[in-house]
């Protein structure tokens, strides 16, 4: 579907500066897809180093951008951190809420982003934070981890219906070699109440951990399982406090709160301490802030003070 609506081909705007060829890869099949997720991941981190920024295309970055608040902005500013930023980065991380906004216009904006970034070979995790009882989790997993026009390489879910309502998603995306990041202790001050919260086993945050490590104890990967958790770099002393092992994880744990929320480096090293290799970093406006012309060099700085922070 184009911007207004008709359904004539989309035609994807070229991505400029990126390096040549580079098919674009099949979701689920052929060659790249061997490795699972997880495994990607670790070799993304290590290339490019541990951070994931993230496609936020809020209202008020779009204004800063130069750019309408509309379809063609959002296309604009997405296509133009891919250019930017894609076959440079460890992942990428489109925030679908900010593509809702415009409706279907803007989902078929954040189709085409996710197309422009898995043609520049990067990683994506799309942040969609889906969770449902397990019939409509199916519908979930075909739309995000299937080979749909919105398929990505990972996407965030909440486990708050219980994580085994999860199970579609953690089904398909283990067929497909495909990831998840399981929301486990957010960035946002309301999480606690939830999340640290007692249950017949510990907490509810250490239950959907232990959720997490029987997933990658089950699935065989090579250097990180690919059911990943959602641990923001904001918690304090929260991991510790609760007791929680996310070593024993195996897989990746996605830090978003960097940047504009507050942490840096001093606050990775504190909340992760010896699972700090599994983690990366996530920021959003930190990075976009900068604006079209500063994207790399605040790339640069934030892999730089996530490698610091994380000994790595
Ligand atoms: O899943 C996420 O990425 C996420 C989880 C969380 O606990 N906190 C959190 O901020 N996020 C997302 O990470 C991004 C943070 O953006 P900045 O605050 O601009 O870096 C937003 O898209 C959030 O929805």
Not at 230 to 255: M, W, Y
Not at 288 to 311: I, M, Y
Request: glycine letters at 16%.
């Amino acid at each position: 579907m184009t911007d207004n609506g008709a359904s004539a081909p989309v035609e994807r705007p070229a991505v400029v500066g990126q390096p040549p060829a580079a098919e674009p890869r099949e979701l689920g099949t052929g060659p790249a897809s061997t490795l699972p997720f997880g495994d990607r991941l670790a070799d993304a981190m290590e290339a490019h180093g541990p951070v994931c920024v993230g496609i936020d295309p809020h209202p008020g970055l779009l204004e800063a951008w130069g750019l309408p608040d509309d379809a063609s902005g959002l296309r604009s500013f997405g296509l133009r951190v891919v250019e930017e930023l894609g076959g440079r980065v460890a992942a990428l991380k489109p925030q679908s809420a900010f593509f809702e906004r415009h409706g279907s216009a803007g989902v078929a904006v954040l189709e085409d982003v996710l197309a422009a970034v898995r043609a520049a070979g990067t990683l994506t995790i799309l942040d969609v934070k889906r969770g449902d009882i397990g019939s409509t989790m199916s519908g979930y997993a075909e739309a995000y981890l299937g080979d749909g026009p919105l398929a990505a390489d990972s996407v965030t879910l909440s486990p708050y219906l219980g994580f085994g309502s999860l199970r579609p998603a953690l089904d398909l995306a283990r067929q497909n070699g495909r990831g998840v990041f399981v929301l486990a202790l957010t960035s946002n001050p309301e999480g606690s109440s939830v999340q640290h919260a007692r249950t017949a086993g510990g907490t509810v945050a250490g239950d959907i951990a232990a959720g997490a490590a029987a997933e990658n104890t089950s699935l065989p990967h090579r250097r990180l399982g690919s059911v990943g958790l959602v641990v923001g770099a904001t918690v304090g002393t929260a991991v510790a406090d609760l007791g929680l092992d996310l070593a024993a994880v195996r897989g990746p744990l996605l830090a978003p709160g960097v940047g504009a929320q507050g942490a840096g480096a001093a606050e990775l090293a504190e909340v992760f301490g010896a699972a700090r290799e599994q983690v990366l970093a996530s920021t959003s406006r930190g990075v976009l802030g900068s604006g079209p012309g500063g994207l790399t060099g605040a790339l640069a700085r934030a892999v730089e003070d996530a490698r610091q922070a994380l000994g790595r």
